[in-house]
């Protein structure tokens, strides 16, 4: 892949409702603050229902971190999902399957972003991939047997490929030419209004079966799934190889919280301190308030840790 559209302004776009307000401006915080400071960047915010506070805070927060920073926000139309089951998820997960209605037309790639992760490279590396024919940019699920589950079992109609590879929805790159030209949205809504009510991953399930095998593989580095970090995909084929977890923690990339989140008590993972570092950073979160989730944390992990010693 050779590098290109170094004149376009690298846009992310990312989205959520209330609930997720201070984890979007972290992850957003941590891709502008690793950003090439030369590049012009424009951040789209798709307000899934942050409330005016919530938005005027994102704003003062994110005007200070980036000198060539435009930030704008977009109000997708919600009752188009109304209706669709969003499973474990709220309807905000659906933003991304919206994504060209917030650009201008002669826009040609845009870098979608869930408010679930900590950036921890520059993406000027990621966004000036050639992406070819592809409508989509993505990285393999961390899981065995998605695609053949989610995808080409329970929809034999759809005449998946045999080794068709299910990608994770958390971070797209999106090639906006070929995906308003295959018109994608529109075919991805047309499968949710006849199958969301029996997917497991709504958003994520539907693209898979619309893009099955009409995507293009990024390293793992672009979407480090954090709740399986044992296995990283091979781009020369569509298994998991065994991975050294000291060589995945060294990687810089994208850091993805897939399951259990670092903003919550519970959660037991290593990357805890950056992103309460990062949390600091924003203004939203103090040091004191950073200290006291951090400390919990590691209760939870060191009581896990003496329960599997003991087996109980």
């Known amino acids: 892949m050779t590098k290109n559209n170094t004149e376009e302004p690298i846009c992310i776009i990312a989205g959520a409702d209330a609930a997720f307000a201070l984890p979007l401006t972290v992850t957003l915080h941590s891709a502008l603050r690793r950003l090439d400071r030369r590049r012009a960047v424009e951040i789209v915010v798709a307000d899934g229902g942050l409330g005016e506070d919530n938005r005027a805070r994102i704003e003062t927060t994110l005007g200070q971190v980036h000198p060539q920073l435009t930030l704008r926000f977009a109000e997708p139309r919600m009752e188009r999902v109304s209706g669709l089951n969003s499973a474990l998820y709220s309807s905000s997960a659906y933003l991304r399957i919206m994504i060209p209605e917030f650009l201008p037309k002669e826009r040609k790639r845009a870098l979608y972003l869930d408010s679930d992760i900590l950036v921890t490279a520059d993406l000027a590396a990621l ?186």
């Open 127 to 312: 966004w000036d991939i050639d992406m070819g024919v592809f409508p989509l940019w993505a990285v393999q699920n961390y899981s065995l047997g998605d695609f053949e589950r989610q995808v080409r079992a329970p929809f034999p109609e759809l005449a998946a490929p045999e080794d068709g590879v299910y990608f994770n929805s958390g971070m797209l790159l999106f090639n906006l030419p070929v995906w308003r030209a295959e018109n994608i949205s529109e075919r991805t809504f047309k499968f949710l209004d006849q199958h969301s009510h029996r997917l497991s991953f709504p958003d994520q399930d539907a693209l898979n079966a619309i893009l099955a095998g009409h995507w293009g593989r990024l390293d793992p580095r672009w979407n480090m799934q954090m709740s399986n970090l044992g296995v990283v995909p091979s781009l020369e084929a569509p298994t998991l190889q065994p991975a050294d977890p000291t060589a995945i923690r060294s990687l810089s990339g994208i850091c993805h919280f897939t399951v259990k989140k670092p903003w919550r008590p519970d959660y037991t993972g290593r990357l805890g301190w950056a992103w309460a570092i990062e949390a600091v950073r924003t203004g939203w979160m103090s040091l004191y308030s950073a200290s006291a989730l951090l400390a919990r944390q590691t209760v939870t992990r060191n009581r896990a840790r003496i329960r599997r010693r003991l087996g109980i």
